[in-house]
């Protein structure tokens, strides 16, 4: 088991290094810089520009430097959590995002729960009442779920929320909680409006959930050993528990692979239409100015989110099933 | 057990005069002819018909993209016509009855007045019993009879033929918001209608351009295996592991802000299409990994074919139809990757319209409380999504020479 860790965390590191790579060159992609976009506007402003202050900025974020330089700087400082600096902000990346970071991680872990506390029951009842009308109607409301753009369908339940619940629109807490230190009062408020975009985030995954535990555990149902269990007469949860369902699994949780990225994306464009404090308004703003530090920041802490999930659920894996471990992860 | 007795005395010898066909054993009925003689794609087919979902499915599709090829014809109006006196008007629904009597498919006019308190516009409809606000007594019906095949509003055919024909038009006139108008008074159902044509065409290139680069990369890693292999494994798992919509806004928002609207277009298809390849370079490569082992692939190794050539022509060609079929389920999650990158606007911009583009303008949560027909264009995504899901499932049950 310790080989098998100490591999599969020496795997991780090229990983990161190779997204990091990534990240930078996507922020690098627009022609002009972030200087240039802040002369824009300040001209169009008005304002004079001095080429003096103009220059001595760049020199300052050592924008004139070769790119691979500029990329070994900024990793330089992600290694020691120096995300580097916002000009949109005028502050350190770290100082802004700290807080939004922490809350989507909040919210992507309330998702993944809650995709799994839904996915697992219909998609049990499903396999085991296959073809039956109520099979088709969940595997129905999956696609439903699936095919419904998430903005769309967040939206309309905030505009529900609010008119059935009164839950207040946007946000992740009742305005009057805003900026005040953290109470019972607060932490209620904020749990009842995680509920909307939990449930929109996580619908696309736990249709998707659905279906491939349904399939799985279809195929395992129909295998020799589960004829020779009801053969000798094992009652049928327990044999539906004891063989077939921990079979099953498996898949079930290395596809936190797969789930996990789909529900970043999902958060992302959900927590802009809520206008939630995570990360997904702030990118967009940040995309959209050219604020690469800050772009940079959050997309590389998105990916490693996910590389790490990715690695928690391989560990999972690998506590399950002695067939991974032993192999050493080298074969899928 | 007794011995069977003797015959009586020697029979004679016999030699049948009748034709003696040696194979006549393994003679096949017509029927099981047809089976086992059936190529590859007719043997998909009927596995396909038997799926009557998957059937439904196809046919809407094939409705739908045949539309894209009409749709100055099938919308009403124009993609811009502006009816400023109707802004933000509801849809107005089509009516076979007046009064009891039939009148053929017809809308009522619509009567316009403001609230002034909340200045919220409020549209009548002149069926002769509603009453407008702003007045004491409800005025007479006023019938607006829908046309069908005329001519309505001059549009440029794909560019180049001009033409005015229509498969149905408002009376003169009159109008017919089918689904309402937008907040400059343009025709939603047009619109939608319009919009289809960019929207279905994004999912179709972006495929197109992934299924290239991942037969390519795919076969090419599968075919060669070591460090080739390595390398592209690493890469796929790096792509993978980063999630789609940020990385997609990331590149859309690179794209230089002068394009023109056709140039972003292409843009995104590609931006859709480079992320996407790698599922199925993965099911190409652990394809090739095993079929290169095969005879037939070393003895055209033997005859000097290039790689490219046995890819192309030896290896591919075995499984085909279940490629196409795993890339028939990646274009709902391009046509929505669109519609939430132009919602978010980093996407196609105005004046291309897409489905999208559409949704951009219903962005707001009072969309939802006043205008909700705003929101009509989710339903050909949702159609489109659906019916695509059902499809490539069925197409790939069928393409499963094990079912």
Redesign the interface.
Known sequence: MLSYLVHRILIMI??LL??SA?TFM??Q???GDYLETYIAELESQGENVDPAKIQYLREQYGLDEPMIVQYAYWLGGLLHGDMGYSFEYSQPVSKIVGDRLLLTFVVTLATVLFTYIVAFPIGVYSATHQYSWSDYGLTFFG??G???????LA??L??LFNRYFGIS??GLMEPEFVDTPWSMGKLMSVIQHLVVPTVVIGTAGTAGMIRRLRANLLDELQKQYVVTGRAKGLPPLKLLLKYPLRMSLNPFISDI?DL???L???S??VS??MSLPTTGPM??AA??S?DMYL?GS??MF??ML??IG?FISDLALAVLDPRIRLHGGATK | MTAPTAPQGRLPHYVSTAPFDPYSVELMTAEQERYFLASQWKMMWWKLKRHRLAVISGAILLVMYTSILFSEMIAPYNLHSRFTDFVYAPPQPVHLFHEGKFEGPFVYAFHYSLDMDNLQRIYTPLDGETLPPDMTQAPPAELHKLRFFCRGDAYEYLGLIDGSFHLVCPARDGTLFLMGTDRLGRDMLSRIIQGTRISLTVGLIGVTISFLLGITIGGFAGYYGGWVDIIVQRVIEVLRSLPELPLWLALSAALPVNWSPTLIYFGITVILGLLDWTGLARAVRSKLLSLREEDFCTAAQLMGASPSRIIGRHLLPSFMSHLIASATLRIPAMILGETALSFLGLGLRPPITSWGVLLNEAQNINVVVLYPWLMLPVLPVVIMVLAFNFFGDGLRDAADPYK
């Open positions: 090229p990983t190779a997204i990534l996507i922020i992609l627009p022609p696609f439903l699936l095919a419904t753009p998430n903005f769309l939206l309309v905030l505009y629109i946007g692979g996990l990225p789909e970043v994306s999902g992302v464009i802009v239409v990118l967009l995309l959209r050219q772009a959050f997309l998105l990916a996910t590389v990715m």
